[in-house]
């Protein structure tokens, strides 16, 4: 379903088809919204992008490389130099496993880790520049603005769902609380259904590998 059938569906279910009570910009805010809490929820939405290796530089501001995503977490990562996979670590599992000075380390980057929500750090550092790091990462999809924008990367049976969300927050702010509820227990169950598809599918970096 494509923007306009979503907005469609959504007017036809609150039984509104004028712009009286809601604007079709009014009904494309809350299915968008619903669509990004389904991606939040599920993080169906996956991308890849290239990390360069800058000499001596451990850390790495995501906001600026993967722009303009809006990053949730990492997947994988490949040192492309090494054809190797990075294992996943942490600051504290550094500091507790390795030794004080291990961000003077210097070597073809082995681990990763996340410091915050945006800075982007290897283990050990590089010697010198190279192609870098192919990161998988989930982030929020783009909008939805044109009548022809359709959900990305999900089943066309999870479609409905989307507009089950918007009718939550519609209904929400119309005071309908019961309703609202109703269709906020049903957006849970997309959510739910999404989520076992996700976890059953071929990521984009397990796809690569094979």
Excluded at 15 to 35: C, L
Excluded at 107 to 123: A, I, L, T
Excluded at 125 to 147: H, L
Aim: charge should be negative; aromatic fraction near 14%; proline fraction near 5%.
């Amino acid at each position: 379903m494509n923007l306009k059938e979503l907005r469609k569906s959504t007017r036809k279910i609150i039984n509104e088809e004028t712009d009286v009570f809601f604007s079709d910009d009014d009904i494309d805010f809350a299915i968008n919204e619903s669509y990004f809490e389904l991606a939040d929820a599920t993080e169906f939405y996956e991308r890849e992008a290239m990390i360069p290796m800058l000499k001596w530089r451990t850390y790495y501001d995501l906001s600026k490389i993967l722009a303009p995503d809006t990053f949730l977490s990492p997947r994988r990562c490949q040192n492309v130099t090494t054809s190797k996979w990075l294992d996943p670590t942490d600051t504290r599992e550094m500091d507790y496993h390795t030794y004080v000075q291990w961000e003077k380390t210097l070597g073809e980057p082995e681990k990763y880790f996340m410091r915050g929500n945006w800075w982007f750090g290897v283990f050990p550092k590089p010697t010198q520049d190279g192609i870098g790091i192919r990161f998988y990462y989930t982030a929020i999809p783009p909008r939805m603005v044109d009548d022809s924008d359709i959900p990305v990367d999900i089943p066309r049976e999870i479609h409905l769902g989307i507009v089950d969300g918007a009718l939550a927050d519609l209904m929400g702010q119309e005071r309908e609380t019961q309703k609202a509820i109703q269709y906020w227990n049903s957006f849970q169950m997309t959510v739910n259904k999404l989520a076992a598809f996700v976890d059953g599918r071929t990521s984009i970096a397990e796809y690569k590998v094979l």
